[in-house]
């Protein structure tokens, strides 16, 4: 009984493990998805402003699929705001 309390208790803990472990390689994959669109940003645009960075790091994941398919659409950091504004 004590053996099985035991085993129970670890397969939760191990759970919860590697549902953090989850959670973190999705957060870390998400933060490489915005670095990369920041550095293709600098290259087709020019310098990243200050504002569109911090605007990209609150988009939520469909909102980075989308502007990752339209970014090179936009010819202007004016453009970006604008798409930006809209999402």
């Known amino acids: 009984m004590v053996n099985e309390a035991l085993g129970l208790?670890?397969?939760?803990?191990?759970?919860?493990?590697?549902?953090d472990a989850r959670e973190a390689g999705v957060q870390e994959g998400l933060q490489l998805t915005r670095k990369m669109l920041l550095r293709q940003m600098t290259r087709s645009i020019g310098a990243v402003p200050q504002?569109?960075?911090t605007k990209l790091q609150a988009l939520t994941t469909p909102e980075l699929d989308e502007f990752?398919?339209?970014?090179y659409d936009l010819k202007s950091?004016?453009?970006?705001?604008?798409?930006l504004t809209k999402h």
Do not use: N
């Open 9 to 19: 208790k670890t397969l939760m803990i191990d759970q919860i493990q590697l549902k």
């Open 51 to 53: 504002d569109i960075a």
């Open 68 to 71: 990752g398919d339209v970014l």
């Open 77 to 83: 950091y004016a453009e970006v705001e604008a798409w």
